[in-house]
DNA sequence: CCAGATCAGTGTAAGACTCTCACAGTTTAC
DNA sequence: GTAAACTGTGAGAGTCTTACACTGATCTGG
């Protein structure tokens, strides 16, 4: 039971986040540190997907019993929000603006994708309320800055990002699971006549025209006609200050 | 080992949740359905979250063994299919389409972000590729009326469906966990000089606005104020066809 | 038409996991 | 030297899953 806890007020994990670490105290010092095992889950997982970040298992790779870790970390659960922020790591350095907000929006937006993409395990992570940790705000800001240099006002800030951010991570769902052409294929066969029945014209149409779901070969297409509505969002906002 | 699986390409639980029922078969017939399992399931998820609806949970709601489980569903993630699918359930009567497209845009946003606070559960459901459930579809099918209705053409509709379903999940998500104003104050605090530090000026603005993270009073103007953009990212891309 | 082989549904039991807590031993700082 | 903290051992309550025996209903062969 770690009673190291400064402010018991934030959520679970966001002081050992920001590095928060308590004065010196008595006992023996510490064999290990939060950052070792928090990149020993996250190589854990990288390795073999989210249930593979195992406490046993992070315990082996760093070389202690389970039950040590529980000495720099209070529950599984503030394990889970570091892991979190160490998965998504800081923001690439080629995001810095270049001045035209859409290249800035549309870069944010791809590289979102990418790190969901080679780390598929971040979607598994449960995740609610608002990013407080260093590297999520990190590209927060990213973002905020493309939206603002495009112009949009204050109130409409929240507004965008949720949007932007949003769509990068409904795409990298929908992208996630690459279906094999048999697969999609399969579906397609047993949608069809179902979606038929069910009156689901729109549906059908887009099963009928092969764009749904979209196949693995087609991402950068998919990509980029979702982006377009995006970025007209933005650009809509931002106009009638 | 279920062995009932006719089409072995889709993926799991789909043929199921389409009411798949195999030809009347030898043995004994089953006391129970699969309906009743799932009806179950979403039952202890309601009362108590996801990890409530564990396999022992559900067959003793049902009145069976474990195993017994196991007879009408082929593994865990099939049945966790399947509860996703009734999670989210029909959509409302109400969302049919009243010939404005804004308003069939914004109500259906609404109803999705109220049926993800109120069955919060289905935001800790492991998504992945498009949606081939029958509910889901039939809210998706919505949604892509609303879009086509607003002169959205065949090659934006899936972008579109991206963005505005994945603002409405998004919303949810930052809306989920209701900071008590205490929760607020600290993180706002605990937040304000590290972002400084790191020259996030942005989102240091935002914080100090009070308008980052969003406490539970401005459900209703965070949503109406996201919800700008997204209207405007439609519109955008239905007039230049 | 009836007997019996065949398979499905169920229960009991057990395996390999998971996260967490309690206790004793050891090491460091006050 | 005392007090506190790190570590290991042990254990408990869960999880999902598989294997085996038993009962019961259907289909097949005479």
Redesign the pocket.
Known sequence: ????DTTPELPPGTALAWGAT???????????TVAQIVAAAVELADADGL?????????HEV?????????????????TVLLADAGWGPPPAGLASSGDWRSDVRRWTRAVVERLLSRTWLLDLPMRGDPVTPHRLAWTELLLRACALAGVGEEHLPGCVTMVSGFAHATAVRLATPATPAETAAVRDHLAPHLDRAGSVRLAALVAGGRYPATAEDHDAFFAAGLEPVLAGVAGVAGRE
Chains 1, 2 share one sequence.
């Open positions: 039971m770690l009673d190291r308590p004065p010196p105290r008595r006992g023996p010092k510490p064999a290990h249930a593979n970040a195992s406490l046993p298992n992070i315990a070389g202690v019993t389970t039950n040590a870790l529980y000495r720099y970390v209070s529950s599984k659960e503030e394990l």
